[in-house]
């Protein structure tokens, strides 16, 4: 079973930072590749960022890149989504994503490479 807890969403004003985790087990963590997507209302799901198993490669969608980054913690196997320079157009429910990965250095882009979703968490960026 492969459980993705989600948490860190909230209010920000623009300009300002948020930080997301995606908590998993040990076994996920270390076999899975992981993305971050998110949802606006109205909107498609849309691709935020990637990074490979255990945190080799990263890979930013062009309106978030420079802006946001991923690392990891692997004694509390999460990951997280650092979101700088927040601007109202972040505003979304936000999700992580994870899906075994065969090859350590890959990651996946479409939301349709993933087979298992967090909750989500909703981030509100005030103008």
């Known amino acids: 079973q492969v459980q993705l807890t989600e948490s860190g969403g909230g209010l920000v004003q623009a300009g300002g930072s948020l930080r997301l985790s995606c908590a998993t087990s040990q076994r996920v963590f270390v076999n899975y590749a992981m993305g971050w997507f998110r949802q606006a209302p109205g909107k498609k799901r849309e691709f935020v960022a990637a990074?490979?198993?255990?945190?080799?490669?990263?890979y930013f969608a062009e309106q978030v890149k420079g802006r946001f980054t991923i690392s990891t913690d692997n004694t509390k196997n999460t990951w997280h989504l650092q979101m700088n320079s927040l601007r109202p157009e972040d505003t979304a429910v936000y999700y992580c994503?994870?899906?075994?990965?065969?090859?350590?250095?890959?990651?996946?882009?479409?939301?349709?490479?993933?087979?298992?979703w967090g909750q989500g968490t909703q981030v509100t960026v005030s103008s």
């Open positions: 994503a994870a899906q075994p990965a065969g090859i350590r250095g890959i990651y996946y882009t479409t939301a349709d490479e993933y087979n298992f």
């Open positions: 990074v490979s198993r255990s945190g080799g490669n990263t």
